[in-house]
């Protein structure tokens, strides 16, 4: 298995940038990908990462380290919306392992 | 174009009673994902379907749930007793089958939230 580790909460202003940092083992790795997921709603994608590098979005944007085994999720000009828990999941050997998730409040 | 469908979408029951889910995926989704999350937990993968067939079913507890994909579409996951541990949201989701680093990216229903007392 992956043992996946994020931050359990953090909390930022409005407008506001965010980092969730994501680290993982594993073996077999296929990808890294970030969700959003709103209190009683299903996950929803933000992101997907196989190579090393960053990749970019509109307001968020991905990071991914195959070596160091580390991926962040940067969150730009925060939104009361963007309030949610963020998963980091890996896929390895083509199967999906979710992290347990990174509650962030948005403040005004 | 329409999304994976669960239902129910809420269920209560007693330990030692029996439930089932339902899931429709999205239209040519090869792949079908059952995922259990428990509160304040990620979603663990519990089963996973290409068309028909199991690929992986590692983290099932096979001496009370199943789960069954006839015709390669849609599927249910059954427990059978539950247990209180049981209760939990169970989410279903899809993808397409894409070959080498192509995305993976995988579409996920409402969930059903299973309450057991």
């Known amino acids: 298995g992956q043992n996946i580790d994020q931050p359990t909460e953090m909390t930022a202003t409005e407008g506001a940038i965010v980092q969730i940092n994501c680290t993982y083992q594993?073996?077999?790795?296929?990808?890294l990908f970030w969700y959003q997921q709103h209190a009683g709603e299903a996950p929803t994608f933000l992101s997907y990462n196989v190579l090393d590098g960053l990749e970019e979005k509109g307001r968020f944007s991905s990071f991914l380290s195959r070596s160091k085994g580390y991926s962040y999720l940067l969150l730009k000009e925060l939104q009361m919306k963007d309030s949610a828990s963020y998963l980091c999941a890996v896929r390895a050997d083509y199967k999906l392992s979710f992290g347990a998730g990174t509650t962030v409040t948005v403040r005004a | 174009e329409a999304g994976v469908a669960q239902s129910p979408r809420y269920k209560i029951i007693e330990k030692r009673q029996s439930v089932a889910f339902w899931c429709n995926p999205i239209?040519?989704?090869?792949?079908l994902y059952w995922y259990q999350q428990i509160l304040g937990q990620g979603p663990k993968l519990l089963i996973q379907f290409q068309n028909n067939g199991v690929v992986d079913d590692s983290q099932l507890p096979k001496d009370r749930f199943s789960a069954e994909r006839l015709k390669g579409v849609d599927s249910t996951l059954k427990i059978q007793p539950a247990k209180l541990e049981d209760s939990a949201v169970y989410l279903c989701?899809?993808?397409?089958?894409?070959?080498?680093?192509?995305?993976?990216?995988?579409?996920f229903g409402p969930g059903t939230r299973l309450t057991v007392t």
């Open positions: 594993t073996s077999g790795f296929n990808g």
């Open positions: 239209s040519g989704h090869a792949t």
């Open positions: 989701a899809s993808s397409l089958v894409v070959f080498g680093l192509a995305h993976y990216e995988q579409y």
